[in-house]
């Protein structure tokens, strides 16, 4: 059975840090994409930061720029979020989800309400207090 576990999540105050985990069992790391996306109440669902086991390359929304990097352990089927400098609007569910085959990372992550996704984590929440 295939599944992806989200974890680190919590309540950290304007300006803090968290570290999101992203856990796949089942399948493992290679030609995949693995994406980062977030809703909050209300709102949209965001893609956030995407990685690809293919070549590396990695997509950051223009939001979190510069705070938020994405990385993967493939020996662990794990990715990580690490979230820098956080603000109030960073509040919502934070879902990992993974994309089979080659596709780019500005695709998976970059298009919104893209449907071409295999797999989802339940999500985390995330709040930011200001």
């Known amino acids: 059975e295939v599944q992806l576990v989200e974890s680190g999540g919590g309540l950290v105050q304007a300006g803090g840090s968290l570290r999101l985990s992203c856990t796949a069992s089942?399948?493992?790391?290679?030609?995949?994409?693995i994406g980062w996306f977030r809703q909050a109440p209300g709102k949209e669902r965001e893609g956030v930061s995407c990685i690809s086991s293919n070549d590396g390359s990695t997509y950051y929304a223009d939001s979190v720029k510069g705070r938020f990097t994405i990385s993967s352990d493939n020996a662990k089927n794990t990715v990580y979020l690490q979230m820098n400098s956080l603000k109030p609007e960073d509040t919502a569910v934070y879902y990992c989800?993974?994309?089979?085959?080659?596709?780019?990372?500005?695709?998976?992550?970059?298009?919104?309400?893209?449907?071409?996704?295999?797999?989802w984590g339940k999500g985390a929440l995330v709040t930011v207090s200001s």
């Open positions: 089942g399948f493992t790391f290679e030609d995949y994409a």
């Open positions: 989800a993974a994309d089979i085959g080659p596709v780019p990372c500005t695709v998976v992550a970059g298009t919104p309400n893209y449907d071409g996704l295999d797999y």
